[in-house]
């Protein structure tokens, strides 16, 4: 994936110069792209799963450290 743009775009940006140097046609492209959204959909939720369960994590850990006392030097 091309970061920074949306997936639609990055995919054209990404296959089409492939499929023509293989001289495949680019008009199968949008077949692709329609086969490739049901993919992207359980990636992104495993990416938005993945982001919430290490801030719950992080969030945990923080609070238990902020309730330990601090030594004293």
């Known amino acids: 994936m091309i970061a920074g743009l949306p997936n639609q775009i ?3 940006a990404a296959y089409a110069p492939v499929a023509l140097a293989v001289g495949d046609p680019i008009e199968l492209l949008p077949l692709f792209l329609a086969v490739d959204t049901i993919p992207d ?33």
């Open 10 to 12: 990055s995919f054209f």
């Open 41 to 73: 959909m359980f990636a992104t939720a495993a990416n938005v799963t993945a982001d919430v369960a290490l801030t719950a994590l992080l969030t945990e850990r923080e609070t238990e450290d902020a309730d330990e006392p601090s030594p004293v030097n």
